[in-house]
């Protein structure tokens, strides 16, 4: 393997043999936006005086209580989130729940439970005030309800982490609210029975397939095609079924206290880190049984209120031939699932230009950033609301052989890595993809 690491840098060194001078000012990436500088954590003092340890960790208003260098503490996606804010982007208001939390909610690595960790509950209802703060809404207010999406994130990607859980807050009352000040009462109610739909699923275990037949049989019987076409009277029904559903399987009422609800959701992201896939993955990949999963409490913004909003996932370039080119899909009208699920097709991401130009614009600004920042092509997510972008997540993105190669070579180029750091971004599954 020595022998093949050798001729692989060879092979590198010899491709990426461009003339350029030695002097540190090359490294400064001319070709993408510059910035300030790198963010540095701000503390924001809302962890209680009397708490033992700090378990939270803030990311709002462009402050950040940390960086991407703290992955291993707030998990890939909580990390990139508080980067991203420290460095002024669009990122919605939020707070991430510590994996030391989450190791801290385990009495031993059997998976047995304990509740909160000492002095958690008391965090979160200090971090969660400061965010109702910042964002001017409550959490479970009947009139303009702060709604949050309960998003998971480990250090390492692992399969049977729980999946992102959207709209927390939302009740039997505040549906009625959030459908008044948002000006449209389908939004409101299609956001209802998304988190009806999902928090069954991922915390309460019901099959998905049950709560997919009501909207496939809603729509056969009012000949639709798509979960676009469904009305708000079809949604308020479609919401009852879910209810009656989640009644029949748990022998409980779909909990309509906002507080219950976060609880749950986040107790549910600590318990999906011992899931008998997660554990499986951990056992064959030898990753430790300590490495366990963040919950990002994150503002909700909508992708699914009508023209002018939407949800997409991008590349800052092809990961399949490494061209610097956005490469990627954009749904209109939706949130960020329904990307993945296939429910409609999506466009392009380069459509996105002709469809809202301005957005694409602010995109196009983001990923420059981005590149600029981290160094290297990024998968990211975002929604963009009445117009507004927000990004929701960015992490280094795969790629093919030939395209590690064309970024790695192009990197250099630009002066925005080294040839000893292309070399390493260079695998060994990557050149036998190519041969």
């Keep these: 393997m020595n022998g093949f690491k050798q001729s692989l840098s060879v092979f590198l060194v ?45 990311f709002w208003q462009g402050r950040a209580e940390a960086t991407k260098a703290q992955k291993e503490l707030l998990g890939g996606k909580g990390a990139n989130l508080a ?30 439970k304990n509740n909160y960790p000492k002095g958690l509950e008391a965090e979160i209802n200090a971090y969660l005030n400061g965010l109702e703060s910042v964002r001017g809404k409550k959490l479970g207010d009947s009139n303009d309800p702060l709604l949050v999406a309960v998003r998971s ?17 939302l009740n039997d009352q505040s549906v009625i609210g959030f459908g008044k000040k948002i000006n449209n009462d389908r939004t409101a109610w299609d956001s209802y ?15 998905g397939e049950k709560f997919e037949h009501v909207i496939a049989k809603k729509k056969a019987e009012q000949s639709l095609e798509f979960d676009t076409d469904l009305t708000v009277e079809h949604w308020k029904h479609i919401v009852g079924q879910f209810k009656a559903i989640v009644l029949k399987e748990t022998k409980r009422e779909f909990p309509q206290d906002p507080k219950e609800q976060l609880e749950l959701a986040i107790k549910a992201v600590f318990d999906s880190a011992f899931s008998e896939t997660a554990i499986s993955y951990r056992k064959e990949e030898g990753i430790p049984d300590n490495v366990v999963s ?16 939407g949800t997409g996932v991008m590349f800052t370039r092809d990961p399949n031939t490494g061209e610097k080119v956005p490469f990627g899909d954009y749904l209109e009208n939706a949130q960020g699932e329904d990307v993945v699920a296939g429910i409609r097709a999506t466009v392009k991401i380069g459509e996105l230009a002709k469809i809202m130009p301005h957005a694409w614009d602010e995109l196009m600004r983001i990923i420059k950033i981005l590149e600029t920042e981290y160094k290297e092509m990024q998968d990211t997510e975002f929604t963009i ?25 192009d990197l250099v180029e630009a002066g925005v890595i080294d040839k ?12 036998q993809q190519m041969l």
Excluded: C, W
């Design 14 to 58: 010899l491709a990426l043999s461009v003339p350029f001078p030695v002097s540190s000012s090359f490294k400064t990436a001319q070709f993408l936006a510059p910035i300030t500088s790198t963010p540095s954590p701000v503390v924001l003092n809302l962890t209680p005086e009397n708490s033992s340890k700090k378990y939270i960790y803030a």
């Design 83 to 112: 980067h991203m804010s420290g460095l002024g982007l669009p990122v919605p208001p939020g707070f991430t729940i510590s994996t030391e939390a989450a190791i801290d909610y385990f009495k031993d690595e059997s998976g047995e």
């Design 153 to 169: 994130g480990a250090s390492i990607s692992m399969p049977g982490m729980m999946d992102t859980i959207l709209n927390v807050g």
């Design 193 to 207: 029975r998304r988190l009806i739909q999902m928090f069954g699923k991922t915390v309460f275990g019901i099959s």
């Design 294 to 309: 963040a919950v990002n409490i994150v503002s909700m913004v909508f992708g699914n209120t009508g023209e002018g909003s």
């Design 385 to 409: 609301e009445n117009g507004t972008v927000y990004m929701l997540q960015t992490r280094s993105g795969k790629r093919a052989g030939l395209s590690a190669f064309k970024i790695a070579s």
């Design 420 to 431: 000893e750091e292309a070399v390493m971004r260079v695998s060994d599954r990557h050149v």
